[in-house]
């Protein structure tokens, strides 16, 4: 575990800023994102503190790429977005995770890189954000193997 990794700190007032703890899968942890111009906006962060996919193993990758196809599974069901986009960063937060984006033709930035942080910002209160995770774990757990 990393002292300074947003990830492996279980209080961490950065990632409590940014997101909320959905649930666990197999090998990794699901969160919401906050900011919500991307509807359905989520961060898949593997549950060990590695910090590229290189460092996994064989298993361990297969095992957080089936993570990542429920999750995204479970977006498009939800959301019904027309592209997922997956982003693997690492420079900032430097613990393995993707960001899961889903992108809806003439919704937020249609047709280029997503921005991390958009203008103008969109936020959930907290009964719809509430509202949110709790399909995405009904989702989750209809999802055959979850």
């Known amino acids: ?38 509807p359905g906006r989520c961060v898949l962060v593997y549950r060990d503190h590695v910090r590229k996919l290189t460092d996994l193993t064989p298993e361990a990758y297969t095992a957080f790429f089936t993570d990542v196809a429920k999750a995204a599974q479970a977006l498009t069901d939800l959301y019904h977005p027309d592209k997922i986009n997956y982003l693997v960063l690492g420079d900032l937060c430097p613990h393995l995770h993707i960001h899961l ?23 959930l209160d907290e009964a719809e954000e509430k509202e949110e995770i709790r399909k995405i774990c009904k989702k989750l757990e209809e999802i055959n193997g979850f």
């Open 1 to 38: 575990m990393a002292e300074e990794c947003m990830y492996c700190q279980a209080e961490d007032e950065r990632r409590l800023r940014l997101m909320t703890k959905i649930t666990k899968l197999k090998v990794s942890a699901l969160y919401f994102y906050r900011e919500q111009s991307y």
């Open 101 to 123: 984006v889903p992108k809806y033709q003439g919704g937020t930035d249609w047709g280029e890189i997503f921005q991390m942080m958009p203008e103008p910002q969109r936020y």
